[in-house]
């Protein structure tokens, strides 16, 4: 069974400027998660989705990032403009259903480099 | 206050050394507990979940203090593939975080020959 797609897997840009990301859950998921991790730290949600609706976007900085996940599959991180901070590992997850007893499945992330 | 706290480390241990790893958890509410994995560059994957009443897979136990907030992972004869991070997991316990997990920052353990 193919895991989680996320791309790229590496990004370096110079503060200010826009990054992406994408990811492609496990097929049949409808629970999609988008974690930050900062080195020496662990992953901290950003936001939730359930199907293409958000569940839980509380801690996400939306003065700087977005996502969406238009069609319920595949979702899209943005990070616009970027700022020193926002160097970190930017995880996807999925899981087949919303509820902490449904196991979350990683990516291997998008290792983001901000100068 | 951070939702879990763990000590991060290091711990060195040699081949066939028992190791423990604690974790507190601040929130009174939080139902459901999990230790995760995470090698070197890696993502982290799901190690076991952990019972009120303690469970063990293989060379791995796991034990929960409600009372004290309190979560423990033990491993017994060490591997040298046992080297990574480990996250103490718990989940957010009420309303809009029930589903949320929050992740300790991972206590790194390395296994020597």
């Known amino acids: 069974e193919a895991g989680v797609a996320q791309s790229p897997r590496y990004k370096i840009i110079e503060k200010r400027q826009s990054v992406a990301f994408w990811c492609n859950p496990i097929?049949?998921?409808?629970?999609l998660y988008w974690y930050q991790q900062i080195l020496g730290q662990g992953p901290k949600l950003l936001i939730q989705?359930?199907?293409?609706?958000?569940?839980?976007d509380s801690q996400l900085p939306k003065d700087r990032f977005s996502a969406e996940r238009l069609k319920g599959v595949d979702s899209t991180l943005k990070i616009q403009p970027a700022k020193l901070e926002d160097s970190a590992v930017y995880l996807c997850?999925?899981?087949?259903?919303?509820?902490?007893?449904?196991?979350?499945?990683f990516g291997p992330g998008t290792r983001l480099t901000v100068l | 206050r951070k939702e879990v706290e763990q000590d991060p480390g290091p711990f060195n241990v040699p081949e066939g050394a028992t190791v423990a790893f604690n974790c507190t958890y601040s929130n009174s509410a939080s139902q459901s507990f999990f230790w995760y994995r995470q090698d070197c560059r890696k993502e982290p994957k799901l190690l076991m979940s952990v019972y009120s009443s303690g469970n063990e897979d293989g060379r791995f136990t796991a034990q929960l203090n409600r009372a004290s907030q309190y979560i423990s992972l033990l491993i017994r004869d060490s591997k040298l593939s046992d080297s990574a991070t480990y996250l103490c997991v718990v989940n957010g316990g009420r309303g809009s975080t029930l589903g949320r997990l929050y992740f300790g920052r991972g206590t790194q353990l390395t296994v020597w020959p």
């Open positions: 989705f359930q199907n293409n609706g958000v569940v839980d």
């Open positions: 997850a999925s899981s087949l259903s919303w509820g902490v007893l449904s196991e979350q499945f």
């Open positions: 097929s049949g998921h409808a629970t």
